[in-house]
């Protein structure tokens, strides 16, 4: 059975860094592309980042690129999110989530067929 465990979610200050990681368990990730994704309160799941199971392609939302970084290690089947520059506008629930690997990276959370349990960042002074 296909399992993400998100971890690394926290208190933080503006300004500040905090790395989140994704591990999968029962696959590997030589056969999965990985999105974040996260989630305010009343508010729809926005996709954030993801990366392509066999090039490495990457994805960003236009609200993270240059602060946020995808990457992987296939040998801890584990995919991060550093995340630099943290705003307030960051605080939200986030979440990993798998799809078998196609030709398209997708950044649409309903393209996605496994989830973890997500994990909170809050974004405060």
């Known amino acids: 059975q296909l399992v993400l465990v998100e971890s690394g979610g926290g208190l933080v200050q503006p300004g500040g860094s905090q790395r989140l990681s994704c591990r999968l368990t029962?696959?590997?990730?030589?056969?999965?592309?990985i999105g974040w994704f996260r989630q305010v309160s009343g508010k729809e799941r926005e996709g954030v980042s993801a990366?392509?199971?066999?090039?490495?392609?990457?994805f960003y939302s236009e609200s993270v690129k240059g602060r946020f970084t995808i990457s992987k290690d296939n040998r801890k089947n584990t995919v991060y999110l550093e995340m630099n520059n943290l705003k307030p506008d960051d605080t939200a629930l986030y979440y990993c989530?798998?799809?078998?690997?196609?030709?398209?990276?997708?950044?649409?959370?309903?393209?996605?067929?496994?989830w973890g349990q997500g994990t909170q960042v809050t974004v405060s002074s």
């Open positions: 989530a798998a799809v078998p690997a196609s030709i398209k990276l997708y950044s649409d959370p309903g393209e996605y067929e496994i």
């Open positions: 990366i392509h199971a066999a090039t490495g392609r990457t």
């Open positions: 029962g696959g590997s990730l030589d056969f999965y592309d």
